[in-house]
């Protein structure tokens, strides 16, 4: 677990106007103590989600409806093969619309398009890579997508939450002293960066660098080419929960 270091910005306020965050029931009028907290855990993935879309245009629309459908059973079939997970299967319906191209700047009628999309998760990065080795893509059969995710996620936020707010008490607690002024009660607390009237942004505080962006799986962009040697690596999730909270001066 790494845990980002406390953020103790906070300000001692003898009024604000109600407009300073947007949200007038959460501003106390008496003297008061902002803090936030903030928890953080880097986690491997073990779902591992894959998106492929389907597009077959002909004049003929029950021709390009028999590809798209043909294709589609053919990954179905993949899914299968390599362990999809049964619940997370999902085709789309259909979608068909007319195709036009521009010739000479009159637009010309080239066929009906029909499209759709299959997704699927898997619990082994291995599996995905055996399923692209097996795919030929082409403008009919395309890989749009690939994600990673955790599967115990709901439980390791709960728990990021908890850390923060118990970071905001601390924080509180130590400003408190520093002043020289006793807190009262907890006023209000959220997880959403209240919106400064006096010249900062929401959920930008002083002190704090803006994190990195956090690649998901180093991919290239799919192309209408065969995947089977591309390289496939899933790199480790950044977990994040923010507290704020208002702690009352006792008078």
């Known amino acids: 677990m790494k845990l980002s270091n406390m953020l103790l910005w906070s300000s001692l306020l003898l009024a604000i106007v109600p407009s300073a965050w947007g949200q007038a029931s959460a501003i106390p009028s008496q003297p008061h103590l902002l803090v936030k907290g903030e928890a953080e855990r880097e986690v491997m993935p073990d779902r591992f989600g894959i998106s492929i879309t389907l597009r077959s245009i002909d004049k003929d629309p029950g021709i390009a409806r028999e590809r798209a459908q043909a294709n589609a059973t053919k990954i179905l079939a993949a899914f299968k093969a390599q362990h999809a997970l049964p619940d997370s299967v999902q085709a789309s319906a259909l979608s068909i619309t007319p195709e036009y191209r521009y010739e000479d700047r009159t ?145």
Request: aromatic fraction near 6%; proline fraction near 7%; glycine fraction near 6%.
């Open 107 to 251: 637009q010309v009628f080239s066929g009906t398009r029909v499209q759709r999309s299959l997704v699927a998760r898997f619990k082994s990065l291995e599996d995905v890579r055996r399923l692209l080795a097996g795919l030929q893509t082409s403008e009919e059969l395309q890989v749009s997508g690939l994600t990673t995710s955790y599967s115990d996620e709901s439980a390791v936020r709960a728990e990021l939450k908890r850390q923060a707010a118990q970071q905001t008490r601390e924080a509180a607690r130590r400003l408190a002293d520093a002043y020289g002024v006793r807190l009262g009660g907890l006023y209000t607390i959220t997880e959403v960066a209240p919106n400064f009237s006096y010249g900062i942004q929401a959920g930008r505080w002083p002190g704090l660098p803006a994190p990195p962006p956090v690649p998901l799986i180093d991919a290239p962009e799919p192309r209408p080419t065969d995947v089977a040697s591309e390289a496939l690596e899933a790199g480790s999730l950044t977990l994040s929960e923010n507290i704020y909270a208002v702690f009352l001066i006792a008078q």
